[in-house]
């Protein structure tokens, strides 16, 4: 069986270190915690768990200090988890069966980060992260986004490490690293300059937001799924400054790097929506429903597009279309990916009301059914 060091950098995170760490005694055989200037309990918490609690000075340096806690490891794997971060039984129960299991020849699990979530707790937006790597043979990379260039040999798990935050943490602090990083002179990466355009675009700066995103992509030097976000990014700036035009075509731009993503073609459906343009909404909505849902491959998945959301729109261009039969279908189709989901349940009422026969209805679904089969774009 492997062995795993369980390695952190925290900063005031009294809050929220004792549920992580608490998720992961009798899954990490040696947990590692780096201080970098907590005000708060943090260290006294830190210290209930295990003796290797550490200082590091912070230098607005994610990667200085991961490194500093990677180097402090002697298991087999380093695991790197933030203190807002946990491990929920039911993927406690799957990393236990992965340590019995993982051939020591692997360099590198990948595993899914689940970072929001909807009402009943399921996830929708997660993405596959570097989670366990092999120690002594990785560093961390970037003062902010850190990443680690994975290699060798890589195995995907389905465990999933939830992110659930309890606080706020500094709105400006990102933004305020890579502003420092410019100003030191120190050339940003493609990867850099991407998550600079983002932190631009949160803090509502979206000239420069944008004019940041079209260099990124000119720049063409960036990961795929990278370009195919900005391209996202890009359509929201130009939107933000009443460049409606120019938003579309950014939105088709994507699709000269990879063929659309369900959020792409939701993107393009809410514009056209917006328009009042109700057919070309439709057949975006619609596509969105054939696209394939790889979770796994490391972009940002937001999943409720891949179902959920253009079920739900596609039942209100309907609707407003006059179609109500094939309106209340779509809506049963939305039921199908969330079942209790409000939106849903108002629809039901909705159309009860208009006198919508559910015979009829369900007739309809059955054909959409046959066109976008059920369960294809759902993750458990």
């Known amino acids: 069986m492997v062995t795993i060091s ?100 692997t360099d590198v699990v990948m595993m899914r980060y689940d970072t929001a979530f909807d009402p009943q707790g399921n996830p929708t937006f997660s993405y596959y992260r570097e989670r366990l790597l092999r120690t002594g043979c990785f560093r961390w ?60 675009y949160y803090h509502n700066q979206f000239e420069q937001a944008e004019e940041e995103f079209s260099g990124f992509l000119e720049d063409d030097r960036g990961w795929m799924e990278n370009n195919i976000e900005a391209c996202r990014f890009l359509a929201l700036c130009r939107e933000k400054l009443g460049k409606t035009d120019q938003a579309m075509s950014a939105l088709l731009g994507s699709m000269a790097y990879d063929a659309p993503r369900a959020e792409i073609c939701c993107d393009l459906g809410e514009m056209f929506f917006r328009k009042g343009e109700l057919a070309q909404a439709v057949f975006w909505y619609e596509l969105a429903l054939t696209r394939p849902l790889n979770p796994a491959s490391g972009a940002f998945v937001q999943q409720d597009c891949y179902a959920y959301i253009p079920a739900l729109q596609l039942c209100v261009c309907y609707d407003q279309m006059g179609d109500l ?34 015979t009829d209805t369900d007739r309809i679904l059955e054909k959409i059914k046959a066109r976008f089969p059920q369960g294809r774009n759902i993750v458990n």
Not at 327 to 339: H, I, R, S, T
Request: proline share 3%; aromatic share 10%; with cysteine.
């Open 6 to 105: 369980l390695c952190m950098i925290v900063k005031n995170e009294e809050d929220v270190l004792e549920r992580c760490l608490g998720s992961m005694v009798g899954v990490a055989d040696e947990i590692i915690v780096v201080d970098t200037g907590s005000t708060d309990r943090t260290r006294e918490i830190a210290g209930t768990f295990t003796k290797q609690v550490y200082d590091f000075p912070w230098i607005d340096d994610f990667s200085a200090a991961r490194n500093f806690s990677f180097s402090k490891a002697t298991g087999d794997y380093c695991l790197w988890m933030d203190a807002d971060d946990v491990l929920e039984p039911a993927g406690r129960q799957k990393f236990l069966h992965l340590k019995e299991t993982l051939d020591p020849d």
């Open 141 to 200: 990379e970037g003062r902010v986004h850190e990443a680690v260039a994975a290699s060798g040999k890589i195995v995907y798990s389905d465990i999933a490490i939830c992110h659930r935050k309890l606080h706020v943490s500094d709105s400006m602090r990102n933004l305020r690293i890579y502003e420092r990083q410019k100003r030191d002179g120190e050339p940003m990466s493609p990867r850099d300059r991407f998550y600079y355009a983002r932190e631009l």
């Open 325 to 358: 039969l094939t309106a209340a279908a779509y809506n049963e189709l939305g039921a199908m990916y969330k079942p209790g989901g409000d939106a849903v349940q108002y629809n039901r009422r909705y159309f009860a009301e208009k006198g919508v026969s559910q």
